[in-house]
């Protein structure tokens, strides 16, 4: 069974303040790995899809990094417009078209101004 | 650019009664996937779709259905409600050929009393 595990649950940032969400995954061979923004009471919003290892990819002041076993999601320099809860997806490689995605429980950030 | 539309935003029923939301993917895409998401959790995948015909089934209770129509709409129905079913419910869709990222739409908050 698919598993997303993120760290920490909750943090906490000054403005300016950088720092790295976590997401520790297993899957039965690896579709892609989804990184998704979440506002309260709105649908995730799309940041980045990574598919193999050592991949990169950034907009604006975030960055996302894929291992072999996690993926990271840098934040630098952040605002208070990027609290939000950010959450970490994986889909694995079962060959079809329209297959699942299984969410991590997100971590939710707050940036102080 | 036009995104997915969920239809109606907030619903209420009682227990034992049913429900239809309604999900519009962005035009031209070919696959629709439903999840819901309760209070404080991340996103459980449903069922989702893919050129009419079901790819994938995650935990969809007996009592709910759903189904894509030709022109890629899709509803999911609800019956027998329970108080546990009271939830965020999102549609997101994909162009399977493209890209396997799934954008998600606003969500129908159904309240089940």
């Known amino acids: 069974e698919d598993q997303v595990t993120q760290s920490p649950e909750a943090l906490r940032l000054q403005e300016g303040e950088s720092s790295s969400l976590n997401c520790s995954y297993t899957?039965?061979?690896?579709?892609?790995l989804f990184w998704y923004r979440q506002d309260p009471g709105k649908g995730p919003e799309f940041l980045f899809t990574?598919?193999?290892a050592g991949e990169e990819k950034e907009k604006e002041r975030l960055k996302a990094t894929l291992t072999k076993k996690e993926s990271f999601l840098h934040i630098t320099a952040p605002k208070p417009e990027d609290s939000a809860t950010y959450l970490c997806?994986?889909?694995?490689?079962?060959?079809?078209?329209?297959?699942?995605?299984?969410f991590g429980e997100g971590t939710q950030l707050t940036v102080n101004p | 650019a036009a995104g997915v539309i969920q239809s109606p935003r907030h619903l209420i029923k009682e227990k034992r009664e049913t429900a239809t939301l309604k999900c519009y993917p962005i035009?031209?895409?070919?696959?629709v996937y439903w999840y819901q998401q309760g209070p404080g959790q991340d996103p459980q995948f449903l069922i989702s779709?893919?050129?009419?015909?079901?790819?994938d089934k995650g935990s969809i209770p007996d009592r709910f259905s759903a189904q894509q129509f030709s022109d890629y709409h899709s509803e999911l129905n609800m019956s027998s409600l329970e108080l546990g079913d009271s939830a965020l419910y999102f549609c997101?869709?994909?162009?399977?050929?493209?890209?396997?990222?799934?954008?998600f739409g606003p969500g129908t908050r159904l309240t089940v009393l």
């Open positions: 990574l598919y193999s």
């Open positions: 997806a994986v889909q694995a490689l079962i060959g079809t078209s329209g297959s699942r995605l299984t």
């Open positions: 779709f893919y050129e009419k015909m079901q790819s």
């Open positions: 035009p031209r895409h070919d696959t």
């Open positions: 899957v039965s061979g690896l579709r892609g």
């Open positions: 997101a869709s994909s162009l399977a050929w493209l890209t396997d990222t799934q954008y």
